[in-house]
């Protein structure tokens, strides 16, 4: 655990983007796509993609079998945004690779047989770009991936054909919540082929305001011009984010939401992930806006995901009920904001 | 296969119109597209995707007889089972699954990055166009010397790998 994580630290534009992520889809040519595979199948895959790193040389990558891993592991690895959901529920015939920061992943045996993925903190759409293609381009030379000059690389489902490259960007947006004016935000942007989604919860106000944003189309693109695309209509979001945040600044009402809600999280001794999610937002934002100066968007990103149902378990090294989560998440929460 | 429109650059864009039971096919190059106002919009829906393959009676009863042959699945286990068996089934059912696809992306000509093993003929027509437009350029500048080496390179490019 001495290796930094990625996301201990924030990054470019801080104040309002959480992380930066690219993922590419990748599939072996000749084998069946994933979900129509044998076991025996899914074990060739995880030994063609394990082989592509020579034993006998240092590896950037821990290579770890899923079923090996603990449920509340799997679960704080979806909180790590490492693996997906659908990726922890079945993880027999599944792999993962894994740099010490957790900065790149490779999931083998998900909907398609590689998902190679990298996460920055802060805006890095480039970087992250960079360190993708990379390791594209290692597997590339020593698996066979199913490529067709018209169509792209082809993947399991038809909305990744073309670059199989999602970029997307977590950002935390409260003050475009509170003015209401995220669902008209949605529409915007996917008329320009851009998707916008709450992070948690369902409905017009996840909790914590946190929502990604990523590139819907894949095919007739190319990965940079996807990119640039993204870039730009994440720097209207981030002037217009600010812009929001200013005007509220020095309404009594905002001033009191953000004290009362450091007040509540620095006291309480329960906590429910959706408490704690809907409290921690004014008070990143307090802290954005420099009204607080006791913690640091550093800290509170690291918070965000140590506070997680499978982060508590995982630092307990035992399963918790829902109560037993709450007190921890608490204690923590009240031990980091101290 | 050449744009319908223009004639000069290959056809990236493809519309099937059917008015009164007649179906017609256009096939349009990037640049006349975007001029007819056709794939400009990136909207997409899943079950449009799905949903299309399933609204085709009439294909459905022929080639049937055809099956992938990596997963040997026909384009009806495809449509019933709403998901391609492998990367193979793009490519055996391809006239049929593009109109989908094309629903999904606006596009159906991929231009991002190339994989090792493609054997690298969409990167030379890259190359190509680049030249040709560089070229196109040049006569509208009447900048004639460069374009006497556009020429040369083009065609120097083009013989390549004919010999
Ligand atoms: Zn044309
Ligand atoms: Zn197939």
Redesign the pocket.
């Known amino acids: 655990m001495a290796q930094e994580k990625w996301y201990q630290r924030s990054g470019a534009e801080g104040d309002v983007v959480i992380s930066t992520r690219i993922r590419l889809a990748r599939d072996l040519a000749h084998l069946?796509f994933p979900a129509w595979m044998t076991a025996e199948q899914r074990e060739d895959v995880i030994t063609q993609v394990f082989g592509a790193f020579p034993n006998d040389q240092p590896c950037a990558f821990e290579r770890r079998r899923m079923s090996d891993v603990p449920a509340r592991e799997l679960l704080a690895m979806v909180e790590r945004h490492l693996i997906s959901r659908e990726f922890a529920r079945d993880p027999s015939g599944e792999a993962l690779l894994i740099t010490a920061d957790e900065g790149v992943s490779i999931m083998v045996g998900e909907e398609d047989h590689l998902r190679i993925q990298v996460l920055r903190s802060g805006f890095d759409l480039d970087s992250a770009w960079q360190e993708a293609t990379c390791w594209d381009d290692y597997l590339d030379t020593r698996l066979h991936f199913a490529f067709d000059e018209r169509l792209g690389y082809l993947t399991q489902c038809p909305t990744n054909l073309g670059t199989g490259m999602r970029a997307s960007v977590m950002l935390h947006l409260p003050a475009l919540q509170e003015k209401g004016i995220i669902q008209q935000l949605s529409v915007t942007v996917s008329k320009l082929g851009l998707t916008i989604r709450g992070l948690y919860g369902e409905g017009s106000k996840p909790e914590g305001a946190l929502y990604q944003i990523s590139n819907q189309v894949t095919l007739g693109i190319t990965e940079q011009e996807a990119i640039d695309n993204l870039r730009s209509i994440v720097n209207q979001i981030i002037r217009e984010e600010r812009s929001c945040r200013e005007q509220l600044k020095d309404s009594p009402a905002f001033e009191d939401r953000v004290f009362r809600s450091l007040g509540i999280l620095q006291n309480a001794r329960l906590l429910t992930g959706n408490e704690f999610m809907t409290l921690i937002s004014p008070v990143r934002m307090g802290v954005a806006l420099g009204m607080i100066d006791h913690t640091d968007l550093n800290a509170l990103n690291s918070l965000l995901i140590d506070a997680g149902a499978g982060a508590l378990m995982e630092a307990a090294g035992e399963e918790l009920d829902a109560a037993q989560r709450d007190v921890r998440r608490a204690a923590l929460v009240r031990e980091r904001l101290r | 296969m050449l744009c319908d429109h223009c004639g000069k650059y290959a056809a990236t864009t493809h519309v099937k119109k059917t008015v009164n039971g007649k179906t017609t096919e256009l096939h349009l190059c990037a640049h006349c597209a975007a001029q007819q106002g056709i794939g400009t919009n990136f909207g997409f829906d899943l079950g449009d995707f799905w949903g299309s393959l399933f609204a085709e009676p009439a294909k459905r009863t022929q080639e049937d007889t055809v099956r992938?042959?990596?997963?040997?699945?026909s384009f009806r286990e495809i449509a019933d089972q709403g998901r391609?068996?492998?990367?193979?089934?793009y490519l055996?059912f391809y006239d049929r699954l593009l109109p989908s696809i094309q629903r999904i992306h606006g596009k159906t000509q991929h231009t991002g990055k190339v994989a090792a093993q493609a054997d690298g003929t969409v990167k030379k027509e890259r190359e190509l166009q680049a030249l040709r437009d560089k070229l196109n350029a040049c006569i509208a500048e009447q900048d004639y010397e460069t374009c006497a080496q556009l020429r040369d390179q083009i065609r120097a490019l083009e013989q390549e790998g004919e010999a």
């Open positions: 069946p | 992938c042959p990596d997963c040997g699945r391609p068996g492998c990367s193979t089934c055996t």
